[in-house]
């Protein structure tokens, strides 16, 4: 059972950058397929980026294209979510979650009621002020 935390959270200036990071303990990080997901206050929670395991492909939400930056080290056992230029939509607890089925996150990215059969960190918060 893979355990997943993150860090790097806190209060940003928009228009400027944040570095997200998930360590996932017990498991070999290849091994899974990891996503960020974000919720606001008040909104669904929703799918903002995706590396998939094996040939390492990239999924963004298309409010986050060319902003962020998802980037795996199997070495550190960790995926990181690089934010640059920070908007006003931004803000929310940002969450890990990983699926050995390569495709699980991205299922439950889709279909939300699913969210209990992947495995999920507890959150960060992430705050932009204007």
């Known amino acids: 059972q893979v355990q997943l935390v993150e860090s790097g959270g806190g209060l940003v200036h928009r228009g400027s950058s944040l570095r997200l990071s998930c360590v996932a303990s017990?498991?070999?990080?290849?091994?899974?397929?990891i996503c960020w997901f974000r919720q606001a206050p008040g909104k669904e929670r929703e799918g903002v980026s995706c590396?998939?395991?094996?040939?390492?492909?990239?999924f963004y939400a298309d409010s986050v294209k060319g902003r962020f930056t998802i980037s795996a080290n199997n070495a550190k056992r960790t995926v990181d979510l690089q934010m640059n230029n920070m908007k006003p939509e931004d803000p929310a607890v940002y969450y890990c979650?990983?699926?050995?089925?390569?495709?699980?996150?991205?299922?439950?990215?889709?279909?939300?009621?699913?969210?209990?059969?992947?495995?999920w960190g507890q959150g960060t918060q992430v705050t932009v002020s204007s």
């Open positions: 979650a990983a699926s050995s089925d390569r495709d699980g996150v991205l299922r439950v990215w889709a279909f939300p009621s699913m969210s209990d059969r992947i495995n």
């Open positions: 590396i998939l395991r094996g040939d390492g492909s990239t």
């Open positions: 017990g498991v070999r990080l290849d091994d899974y397929s």
